[in-house]
């Protein structure tokens, strides 16, 4: 087996489990204990950084919409998220409809 694929295979073991320690840690504990409210911190905070990122320096397709359309895009999805009982669905496609149509219009 190449050094390479190797490499990836204990990669992908490790993550693997670190996964199953975490399901069976998180198993065990309330919904309220610290290393859950940590461990949430720390998603939403990774998923604010993607979200930025795809926003202020997007790659691939993304990169030829203009600014001002990811911005209505965005702002149009916080609005629906917020207004419609946190539903993600309906906020993806609000924000996706308005990013396109500003897009259209510029």
Do not use: K, N, Y
């Not at 390479?4 to 993550?15: G, H, M």
């Not at 859950?36 to 320096?57: D, K, P, R, Y």
């Amino acid at each position: 087996m190449p050094p390479a694929d190797l490499a990836l295979l204990l990669t992908a073991l490790a993550c693997l489990a670190l996964r199953l320690a975490g399901v069976w840690l998180a198993g065990g504990l309330s919904t309220e204990h610290p290393a859950i409210a940590w461990a949430t911190a720390v998603a939403q905070a990774t998923l604010a950084a993607f979200v930025t990122l795809a926003i202020v320096s997007p790659g691939g397709a993304l990169a030829d919409v203009p600014i001002a359309a990811r911005l209505a895009g965005l702002v149009a999805g916080v609005a629906v998220c917020l207004t419609d009982r946190r539903r993600l669905l309906p906020a993806l496609l609000a924000g996706l409809a308005v990013m396109l149509l500003v897009r259209a219009l510029a």
